[in-house]
């Protein structure tokens, strides 16, 4: 079975930092792409950031220059590195993988369980 870890949500202050990581286990031999969405009370869930397997990444406007994705391919794992941190960025944030091959086929998409992560004014 494929999954996704995420660690690394808490409660910060206003203009402060966290660092998010989701780690990919079972087996697996590539990922395709892995990014961050996060979803806020009462609002859709929204794509914040995504690298793919070859370093190409795209982010939100509203995290352009405030938040960065990295990955350890040898590990399987994704990084958010997310500075001056706004109340706004308030939400839970999941981790994706799309196009996993693992196991003997492929995961089209797999979801991590999501970390909380409060921003406080």
């Known amino acids: 079975q494929v999954q996704l870890v995420e660690s690394g949500g808490g409660l910060v202050q206003a203009g402060g930092s966290l660092r998010l990581a989701c780690a990919a286990s079972g087996s697996i031999r590539s990922i395709n792409a892995m990014g961050w969405y996060r979803q806020a009370p009462g609002r859709q869930r929204e794509l914040v950031t995504h690298i793919t397997s070859d370093g190409s990444t795209n982010y939100a406007d509203s995290v352009k220059g405030r938040f960065t994705i990295s990955r350890d391919n040898a590990k399987n794992t994704v990084y958010l590195q997310m500075n001056n941190l706004k109340p706004e960025d308030t939400a839970v944030y999941y981790c994706?993988?799309?196009?996993?091959?693992?196991?003997?086929?492929?995961?089209?998409?797999?979801w991590g369980q999501g970390t909380l992560v409060t921003v406080s004014s």
């Open positions: 994706n993988a799309k196009g996993i091959y693992a196991l003997g086929r492929t995961y089209l998409e797999v």
